[in-house]
């Protein structure tokens, strides 16, 4: 009897869809893409709710007003919509603009000399004859460990003319005591305890875009008879321009965000209102007025204005520094 044979079964060829509908070579990546997703979940978790919940909140918040309802006595206040009513009284409030002018004199001193003593500290570590950089680097970075609030009480001793050893100084020697909390000195004042704070956090930065410089360029710069001045000023700064901006911007962050140095100080001198700089107006609003529609306008106008200046300094900078079209 003639017996009948199977035909064989041909082996599943690659990329053929299986049962559940997905082909072998699309399995990988499609584990690869849940595992990337799931270790991406608790960092865009805590980015929704701590960054583009309060962002969306504080908008929302500054579309609201507070309105009194039944009058007398016996009124209540309620919350409506009022539009852009917010951001209109935020921006005819002639406190909050003039804190915003305080800031630039304040800034004016603050990022300057913050960047310059940054720049020439990282420089000198640099230097061929340099000796002691990682104590120096240490001793240097150290008052950006220090609180921001512990450091304002510090110079503010420093300043009083009852304990400041500058103003004995210049007691002693018949020029009188140094009115370091009275206008103008107060801008100085104020900006020095950013720049002292402020000076070693971005020397590590610049310091450690000049260790990315190859050996090689300085070399090739000493062969051709360059000094030291030369090679620093003609190839390091040019070369940690990247740097410079991004500390630049740090400082121009930092400084539209100042707020506990003049808010410590504030106790110990008439010379620091309680609207000094817009943040400081914010606080008033939200806390002290208890106006919380108002002061979220005013800080959705702050964070603007720190976006703009931002993009601004990046665009500017784009194409001589990084080289963007």
């Known amino acids: 009897m003639a017996s009948t044979t199977a035909p064989p079964a041909h082996p599943a060829r690659a990329g053929t869809p299986s049962e559940d509908g997905a082909s072998p070579a699309r399995r990988p990546r499609q584990r690869h893409r849940l ?23 504080a908008l929302w918040l500054s579309l609201r007003g ?3 309802e039944g009058g007398g006595p016996f009124g209540r206040r309620v919350e409506t919509f009022v539009g852009l009513e917010n951001y209109a009284t935020a921006i005819a409030d002639a406190e909050f603009l003039a804190g915003f002018g305080r800031l630039l004199v304040y800034g004016a001193l603050a990022v300057p000399f913050t960047l310059g003593l940054a720049l020439v500290f990282a420089l000198l570590l640099d230097a061929r004859a340099a000796r002691a950089t990682r104590f120096s680097r240490t001793a240097i970075f150290l008052p950006y460990a220090v609180p921001g609030v512990v450091a304002s009480l510090l110079w503010g001793f420093l300043y009083l003319p009852g304990t400041s050893p500058f103003s004995w100084l210049t ?23 950013a720049v002292w704070g402020g000076v ?15 050996e090689e360029i300085y070399e090739a710069a ?7 001045w030369q090679i620093a000023w003609r190839i390091k700064v040019p070369l940690v321009a990247p740097a410079l901006v991004l500390t630049g ?19 110990m001198t008439s010379a620091i209102s309680q609207t000094w700089v817009p943040l400081m107006t914010i606080y008033r609003d939200a806390f002290t007025r208890d106006d919380l529609p108002l002061a979220a306008a005013e800080s959705v106008l702050l964070a603007g204005l720190t976006v703009v200046l931002s993009v601004v300094l990046l665009r500017l900078n784009q194409r001589r520094i990084f080289g963007g079209s």
């Open 35 to 57: 595992a990337a997703w799931t270790m991406l979940a608790p960092a865009l978790l805590l980015f929704v709710a701590f960054l583009l919940v309060p962002i969306g909140y």
């Open 66 to 68: 507070l309105r009194l």
């Open 171 to 193: 007691d002693q020697l018949g020029g009188g005591a140094i009115p370091f909390l009275q206008d103008p000195w107060i801008f100085a004042s104020v900006a020095n305890i």
């Open 200 to 214: 070693g956090f971005n020397m590590i930065i610049i310091y450690t875009s000049l260790r990315g410089i190859p």
């Open 222 to 228: 000493r062969i051709d008879g360059a000094g030291e």
């Open 249 to 267: 911007l740090f400082s121009l962050i930092g400084t539209l965000q100042v707020y506990g140095e003049p808010t410590t100080l504030r106790p």
